[in-house]
């Protein structure tokens, strides 16, 4: 069986959706300890065989955060994350050269 173009399905899921949002710089919505997080996600990495996301939160329940800082976060942990259309710019306080990345990084954004 094969597809065209015009039926090309997209992968779906956390995985693909983190590494989309990560090249387009776009948040992402989605819950966590049981309330909506918007966040911008700036690196995917390996960690003791699970993947996590370390990404600046843009939005808890609504509100924005108190100060701006990057947070890691277990995609398993990540309830229905959901690509949005809301751009974002990386962050100074992501450092993609920190040894917690180092030979683990799947994915992180580029800085301009």
């Known amino acids: 069986?094969?597809?065209s173009?015009?039926?090309t399905a997209m992968p779906t899921g956390p995985v693909p959706t983190m590494f989309e949002a990560i090249v387009?710089?776009?948040a992402v919505t989605a819950t966590y300890n049981k309330g909506t997080v918007v966040m911008a996600p700036h690196i995917?990495?390996?960690r003791h065989g699970e993947?996590?996301?370390?990404a600046i939160t843009v939005e808890r329940d609504g509100k924005p955060p108190r100060e701006e800082k990057l947070g890691t976060f277990k995609l398993?942990?990540?309830g229905q994350p959901t690509l949005t259309e809301t751009p974002f710019r990386p962050s100074a306080l992501f450092e993609p050269e920190a040894e917690k990345y180092v030979d683990v990084t799947l994915m992180a954004v580029e800085r301009g």
């Open 51 to 54: 993947i996590y996301v370390d």
């Open 44 to 46: 995917l990495y390996t």
């Open 5 to 7: 173009s015009t039926e």
């Open 1 to 3: 069986m094969t597809q």
């Open 24 to 26: 387009r710089q776009r």
């Open 76 to 78: 398993d942990g990540l």
